[in-house]
Every structure is written in C-alpha cells, then in structure tokens.
C-alpha cells in the first residue's frame, strides 16, 4: 500500500464547475499538507499549504484537512480553462521528505 | 518563496555516460532535495543534499548511481552516473527556505537516455 493515495483521474469538468480533489494517506506522521499543480513540462507550483485539521481558503482555492481520518481535500471554485494541469497533493513529517500522490489531470471545458 | 533555477532544462545522453545537474537558489536555504519524476508517474525522493557533509539518500538510490554535491546554501549538484534508458525522467530540485514548512520546486531537467 503506497504511503499517499490519489485519484489519478482524468477529471474533464465544463468551465465554472467545482473541482474536487482528495487524497488519503496511512502515515500518521504526516504533519505539513500541499497541494502542487503542475502544468505540462514544468515544474511543480506550491497552491496551498496547511498543517492543521480544518479549512484554509485563498482565492478560489480551498483546501481541507482531516488527520482523524488521514483525508484531505483541494476545491477550485469557478474553474477556468487555466486550471487545467495536473494536482499533486504532498505531504511530509517533521524531516520535510514530501511524499506525493499520483497526480489528478484536469481538464476544464470551455 | 525561493527562485530556483537548473541547469541543463533538458539533455539527450548516450547510455553509459554521465550527467551533471546544477541547482541554484536566489537566497540562502535550510534544506534542498533532489527528485525524480519519471514518465507519467508523481515525484519520488531521492536524496536530501547537506550543506557541508553527504546527501542522505532514500531507499532505492545510492551514492555512486547519483553523488550529490552541496557546496553552499545556494547551490547543488546531482550527478547521474552510468546512465541506462531507466534513468530517463525528470529531475527536480526542491529547496525549504527556512522561514517555512513549505517547499519549492525548480522547473526540472529532462533527461532522455538513449
């Protein structure tokens, strides 16, 4: 069993939808929570960061923790057809070793 | 955040050689990591480069496949050794600016070993 599952998709949602986008994990170590996207032949860009259980919004972004049951969640609101790209969430304990998901490729519609 | 660069952003190599990969950051940082993405798959950690003493490297990768350098809190070197068409992926390096719990990520090499 890998450390860090994720849905690898693809995700195809028209223009304006919520886009959902979750992981679990099984390391209870796991302490510092991101989301990355990554667009083709680039690097991984940090969207957001949260080391606590709960809600953390910016923008259009949320993100949601839930270490009880080693979930947590990426929303977009009123996607674009920028946001097309792949999400990776990652993960680390206290040594800040990132431990990623497969990635979810998502396509937004125009 | 952190402004990383890498040098070469891509190279085609003969199986058998060896490639040098520089990182370099815009400031001083706490930690810097080096990974792997190879096609179609997430990144995967190799090593954690040291400032001043070894790489700790992750299960599965080994000093001699990939000798790291880090001569200061700007700068890395990955080195792939006697590559083989398996090495073939993306190398990516991150670093972890101390004032943060967060990492950044470099724009990654492309490698293709023939």
């Known amino acids: 069993q890998k450390e860090v599952e994720q849905d690898p998709g693809p995700l195809s949602v028209p223009e304006g939808a919520i886009v959902s986008l979750n992981c679990t994990y099984s390391n209870s170590a796991f302490q510092y929570f991101m989301w990355y996207r990554q667009y083709s032949r680039k690097g991984p860009e940090l969207l957001m960061y949260?080391?606590?259980?709960g809600n953390k919004e910016d923008g259009r972004f949320t993100a949601q923790v839930d270490k009880s049951s080693k979930y947590i969640s990426l929303f977009i609101r009123d996607s674009q057809p920028s946001d097309s790209a792949t999400y990776l969430c990652?993960?680390?304990?206290?040594?800040?070793?990132?431990?990623f998901g497969a990635g979810t490729t998502v396509t937004v519609r125009a | 955040s952190a402004v990383i660069s890498q040098k070469p952003s891509r190279d085609i190599c003969q199986r058998g050689t060896s490639l040098t990969i520089q990182c370099q950051v815009d400031s001083q940082v706490t930690m810097m990591f080096w990974y792997r993405q190879q096609p179609g798959q997430s990144l995967t950690l190799i090593a954690t480069a040291n400032q001043g003493s070894e790489a700790t490297y992750e299960s599965g990768f080994v000093i001699d496949k990939f000798p790291i350098s880090r001569p200061n809190l700007t700068f890395s070197t990955l080195t792939v050794s006697n590559m083989s068409p398996e090495d073939s992926s993306i190398y990516l390096c991150?670093?972890?600016?101390?004032?943060?719990?967060?990492?950044?990520f470099g724009p990654g090499t492309r490698l293709t070993v023939l």
């Open positions: 990652a993960m680390s304990g206290a040594d800040y070793k990132l431990s």
């Open positions: 949260t080391y606590s259980s």
């Open positions: 991150s670093v972890r600016p101390g004032s943060t719990d967060t990492q950044y």
